[in-house]
């Protein structure tokens, strides 16, 4: 069975600070891992994703994350936080990708609250 | 880009009476589509994923009977809470992948009340 777990429910940094949310998985099989954001009432937004090629990986707003095999991690970080980066963020893990049976396992998310 | 819709975005019931939640893929076909569950505070849970045409497959615990899933065209899902009582109260999510299996997106959510 796969999971991940996120360390931290709630991070806080001032604007301009490194945001750092950690993100650590568990897989028999070697997993593609994603990092969603949630804005309030509203659905997830995939930030990057995972795949095998490269193991830094750059999504959108600035954001980019890590696959580290030997930590089995998969920390999401942005070099300066801006206002806007407060929400709710999930990691999340596969075990296929696509496929019709591939499903998404999410973790228990970490909420970022930016300091002015 | 993708945009998977959801209705109502909120539904407040009363014990006992039955729900009907939407989710539409409005710009592409959607050959599966997941119904996630969001305690407050907490994660996504997968309850169930249906293949259009096809019966839903529920995750280990999710009662088939309360939560009815119906995948009846390539764009349009629906959940049913069946005589819903306030324990059921929750966000729902929902989501849909295309024909190429490239990405879920997902709906905005909709936050039932059991009064």
């Known amino acids: 069975a796969q999971s991940v777990t996120q360390l931290g429910s709630h991070v806080s940094v001032s604007e301009g600070a490194l945001v750092l949310l950690r993100c650590n998985y568990s897989s028999s099989v070697p997993p593609y891992l994603f990092w969603y954001v949630q804005y309030p009432n509203q659905g997830l937004q995939l930030l990057l994703k995972y795949t095998s090629a490269a193991t830094l990986v750059k999504g959108i707003n600035g954001f980019e994350a890590e696959f580290k095999k030997s930590e089995t991690s998969f920390h999401l970080t942005k070099p300066s936080a801006h206002m806007s980066d407060a929400a709710e963020y999930f990691c999340a893990v596969s075990d296929i990708l696509y496929s019709s049976a591939s499903k998404i396992i999410f973790g228990s998310g970490t909420r970022l609250s930016i300091r002015p | 880009g993708a945009v998977v819709s959801q209705h109502p975005s909120r539904v407040i019931c009363k014990s006992g009476t039955s729900v009907k939640i939407e989710c539409r893929s409005l710009d592409f076909q959607a050959t599966t589509m997941f119904w996630y569950r969001q305690f407050p505070k907490q994660s996504l849970m997968l309850m169930a994923t249906?293949?259009?045409?096809?019966?839903?497959?529920?995750e280990q615990g999710v009662e088939k009977d309360k939560f009815l899933i119906n995948h009846a065209s390539l764009t349009l899902s629906t959940l049913t809470v069946t005589s819903a009582h306030p324990e059921d109260s929750s966000f729902y999510i929902c989501?849909?992948?295309?024909?190429?299996?490239?990405?879920?997106?997902f709906g905005p959510g909709t936050r039932l009340t059991v009064l």
């Open positions: 989501s849909a992948r295309d024909r190429g299996y490239n990405e879920q997106f």
């Open positions: 249906s293949n259009e045409g096809s019966k839903a497959t529920y």
